[in-house]
């Protein structure tokens, strides 16, 4: 079946504790996106990649990191999390960017 | 099995042009359902829907929901070369993150 998994599904965290969520598609893709979703806010991108070892900003990179060793993954780093980090985050891959958007099931994190 | 439907995948009209775009939902525990347009990065919301048979209409776009079949379109009118972009719908389940569609590209020409 064609996917996009992220893990964890919920996670609750301390602030300060590195944590990352992992992302995984089986599609072949070469575009690969984060977003984080909030109330009133729609979504917002976070770091998009284009292909292997191809990584840029989106609208609001602050406090993440990415990384793209491989094409089918696409881990989001949150190296010293902080509480307005709070958020549903989502990862999506596509063939281009261009469409056909497979969105993963997304993480609620809570940053205490 | 997708649980959110988007038709068609991709479509090209003429500036001037009315588009309709086609989404089609699971019922379980829906709570709303929302249309984004997304250009070069993040998704643009538009709108959520929670009411059945009543429209939200913004300028040129409108949108309205279906709750018996299961479905909400996405009108534009007099197309622009500007409306150009993906125009993701997704549902609201509650307490589970959104399920997407995986949109649908409108190209519109001049």
């Not at chain 2, 997708?2 to 525990?29: A, F, I, M, R, W």
């Not at chain 2, 070369?81 to 589970?96: M, P, Q, W």
């Amino acid at each position: 079946e064609a996917q996009v998994t992220q893990n964890p599904r919920y996670l609750i965290t301390v602030t300060g504790k590195k944590l990352t969520v992992t992302c995984s598609q089986n599609m072949n893709h070469e575009y690969m996106s984060w977003y984080r979703q909030d109330p009133g806010l729609g979504l917002r991108q976070i770091y998009y990649s284009m292909n292997v070892e191809v990584t840029d900003k989106g609208d609001v990179p602050e406090g993440y990191k990415v990384s793209r060793k491989e094409k089918r993954n696409f881990p989001l780093i949150l190296e010293s999390p902080s509480p307005n980090q709070t958020s549903l985050y989502f990862c999506a891959s596509s063939l281009d960017g261009l469409y056909g958007y497979t969105f993963g099931s997304g993480t609620r994190l809570t940053v205490v | 099995e997708d649980k959110v439907v988007q038709s068609p995948l991709s479509l090209v009209v003429h500036e001037g042009d009315t588009v309709t775009l086609n989404c089609s939902y699971e019922v379980t525990n829906f709570r709303s359902l929302l249309w984004y347009k997304q250009e070069k990065k993040a998704p643009t919301f538009l709108f959520m829907l929670t009411s059945s048979g009543i429209e939200k209409k913004s300028g040129r776009l409108s949108s309205i929901l279906d709750k018996k079949e299961l479905f909400s379109i996405l009108n534009i009118t007099a197309t622009q070369t500007g409306d150009s972009a993906i125009y993701l719908c997704a549902e609201d389940v509650g307490n589970t993150p959104l399920v997407f569609g995986k949109g649908t590209r409108l190209s519109v020409i001049a």
